[in-house]
């Protein structure tokens, strides 16, 4: 099998794996790999913005006060200090690597979006902050002489030898390859396109959490998941998103009675956190309620604030300044994922991971809007500085083989539209015991059908099992996790976390971590 050594293997080219890499750059060679194209993923979708404590009315504290409030109770605060105190040097960051933040006289300008209690959300041409951002680190990377990207590479599994990391296998050119390296850092993204309806990117598939389950790296969180309250309901995969920016500036949830319900649901009616949103509108939906975003309020400032938005509405045949837009909630991020320190180290020595497949414990059960893109951003810095300090491995990787990779596409569609609807369905926005059970027997039975060949399927199912078993596991309600069984938070699990680990001796059951 061939073999590439680098100083620092990056797998993922979103905000978080981009960032590392160029913080990584500047002392020795980088390679990043990408399963598709390079910018594939969610980050160039991210619409809302980035948040940080910038503004005159702002600070760290009140940043981490709304960051601790909507992360209900099981945020780590170490994790908090770090993102909030390190904000505003990262959207400098940011900024001095080319990123066009919107601002006026007074500086930038400042977005308010759900939980924020002040305006402290910057963005990009409105409601293209993701894609703006992208561009700048893109560009960035691809004319930095030491860093290599390498698009269309698909990571299959991690190389540990005698407990480390050391490198990664994949397929580069139609050729196995094995990536060598003294540090390796995951920055795959979530899992969202496990469930049926979802906000995420295609390439978003749990792989890079899979791959590190795999290895033996610790999990945790994986039944947090955030449905987004506003996908704009239309068939479509992914679902657009309607930015919870619109909220902000003004628009408001009815059903198609005219009923402006959120009043009635939480003391922040619309603007309250997107757990409480997403039930509220499921909530109405399950009453047989059609629900809508009313934006008529911006009139024809809505095309200029929000241009991304308006031209995917007019394409649906709908005018945000003077029509109703229909929305639904739809899979949007996992608090879960590798669990890491404040440094994005794993529990395997010299294997790091930032972005969503990290669970540095900084979003707790429910991420505050626009936290997401901030988390990428200090942590990718904060992992790719420690990985500097480690020097080259002494172990070189025994033989080793890689599994065939089936291409049928028409077969892998079916399973995974039978994984999606099962997720959906058995562990969504509302779950129960018995829900879960019936989705663990349907995903056992769907595993015995699907050939170990056929790699991102057996990746969608892996990560599934895990968000199934974390949640029948969690016997309360908190955040992104809804047992209609258990509808109340329990002040005894308020300091437990789920942690699952393969090659434990109970590597099927989650076990309890103290968070305090």
């Known amino acids: 099998m061939n073999r590439i050594t680098t100083d620092y293997l990056v797998v993922g080219s979103g905000i978080a794996g981009l960032t590392a890499a160029l913080t990584l750059a500047t002392k020795g060679r980088v390679t990043v790999l990408s399963k598709t194209v390079l910018n594939d993923g969610n980050s160039a979708r991210a619409q809302g913005g980035i948040a940080a404590a910038v503004g005159k009315d702002d600070s760290p504290s009140l940043h981490r006060e709304d960051t601790l409030r909507a992360g209900a109770g099981l945020c780590e605060e170490d994790s908090v200090n770090v993102l909030v105190k390190n904000g505003a040097d990262a959207v400098r960051q940011l900024d001095a690597w080319g990123t066009p933040f919107d601002s006026g006289r007074d500086g930038w300008n400042l977005g308010r979006e759900g939980s924020h209690s002040v305006h402290r959300i910057l963005h990009v041409s409105g409601d293209a902050t993701g894609a703006a951002i992208m561009d700048a680190l893109l560009q960035r990377a691809e004319e930095h002489p030491r860093i290599r990207l390498l698009g269309n590479t698909r990571a299959v599994d991690l190389v540990v030898e005698e407990g480390e990391c050391i490198g990664v296998s994949a397929f580069y050119a139609g050729k196995a390859v094995l990536f060598l390296a003294r540090a390796v850092i995951l920055a795959t993204g979530g899992c969202g396109q496990i469930y049926r309806y979802t906000t995420n990117s295609p390439a978003v598939t749990g792989d890079g959490i899979a791959m590190a389950w795999r290895a033996g790296a610790q999990l ?21 998103l309607i930015s919870e920016a619109v909220r902000g500036e003004g628009a408001f949830l009815v059903n198609d009675k005219g009923d402006a319900f959120m009043s009635r649901v939480h003391e922040w009616g619309d603007l309250a956190p997107r757990d409480v949103v997403s039930r509220a509108i499921d909530s109405q939906m399950r009453a047989g309620r059609k629900v809508y975003l009313d934006a008529t309020c911006l009139g024809e400032a809505f095309a200029t604030r929000f241009p991304t938005i308006y031209e995917h509405c007019r394409k649906a045949g709908i005018d945000p300044s003077v029509d109703w837009i229909p929305v639904t909630p739809a899979t949007h991020f996992v608090m879960g994922g590798v669990w890491t320190d404040t440094f994005g180290r794993s529990s395997i020595p010299r294997l790091f991971a930032v972005g969503e497949a990290a669970c540095t ?11 997401s893109l901030l988390e990428g951003t200090v ?3 904060r992992a790719a ?4 300090t480690l020097s080259a491995p002494t172990i070189l990787p025994k033989r080793y083989s890689m599994p065939i ?3 049928d596409e028409g077969k892998e569609k079916i399973w995974k539209d039978e994984l999606r609807l099962l997720m959906w369905e058995h562990a969504g926005i509302i779950r129960d015991k018995e829900g879960l059970q019936k989705g663990l027997e349907k995903l056992t039975r769907l595993e015995r059908k699907v050939p170990v060949t056929f790699l991102e399927c057996r990746d969608m199912i892996t990560i599934s099992r895990t968000v199934m078993e974390s949640a029948l596991w969690r016997e309360e309600s908190r955040g992104g996790h809804y047992r209609k069984d258990y509808p109340q938070s329990s002040a005894q699990w308020a300091t437990t976390r789920s942690l699952m680990q393969r090659g434990r001796q109970d590597e ?9």
């Open 508 to 516: 099927s059951i989650v076990v309890a971590g103290d968070c305090t």
């Open 405 to 407: 990779c089936s291409r």
């Open 385 to 388: 500085q420690e990985a500097l």
């Open 220 to 240: 945790r969180d994986m039944e947090f998941v955030q449905f987004h309250p506003t996908a704009l309901a239309i068939d479509a995969n992914p679902m657009f």
């Open 361 to 371: 414990g900084v979003h707790g059960a429910n991420r505050l809007a626009s936290n």
């Open 379 to 381: 942590y990718a810095q």
